[in-house]
C-alpha cells in the first residue's frame, strides 16, 4: 500500500510560480511511477505531467515548457515546477501512483493509477 501527501498549493498572480510536491510512504519506491492530475470546478479531470521508474517526463501540452516533474528517490517524493502560471492553471492538484517496471508505464490515464493523494488547491489570480 502506498500513501500520498501533496503539499505546495496556493494562490499567486499571474505569471507567477509554485512548487508542488507529493510524498510518498509504504511500498517499494523504485518501482514507483507517479503523475500529476488537475480538476478545475465543472470540468473534467486532466493530466498533467508523469515521471515513471525510469526517470524519463511527460506532459500534457497545455503546460509543457511552463512545468517540470522530477523526483527525489532518497526523500521518496516527487515535485511539479509551474511557472509561467495563468488564470487557466487554477485548480485542484492531485498526485497519483502505481507500480509499473519495464516499457510501457507512462500512461496518461487516471484509471492507471490505484493511489491517490487528497489534492492541493492552486489558485491563479488575473
Known amino acids: 500500500q502506498v500513501q500520498l501527501v501533496e503539499s505546495g498549493g496556493g494562490l499567486v498572480q499571474t505569471g507567477g510560480s509554485l512548487r508542488l510536491s507529493c510524498a510518498a510512504s509504504g511500498g517499494t519506491y523504485s518501482t514507483i511511477n507517479t503523475v500529476w492530475f488537475r480538476q478545475a470546478p465543472g470540468k473534467e479531470r486532466e493530466f498533467v505531467a508523469g515521471?515513471?521508474?525510469?526517470?524519463?517526463?511527460y506532459y500534457a501540452v497545455s503546460v509543457k515548457g511552463r512545468f517540470t516533474i522530477s523526483r527525489d528517490n532518497a526523500k521518496k517524493t516527487v515535485y511539479l515546477q509551474m511557472n509561467s502560471l495563468e488564470p487557466g492553471d487554477t485548480a485542484v492538484y492531485s498526485c497519483a501512483a502505481r507500480y509499473c517496471s519495464g516499457l510501457g508505464c507512462s500512461s496518461s490515464r487516471s484509471n492507471d493509477y490505484p493511489y491517490w493523494g487528497q489534492g492541493t488547491q492552486v489558485t491563479v489570480s488575473s
Open positions: 515521471i515513471p521508474w525510469s526517470g524519463s517526463t
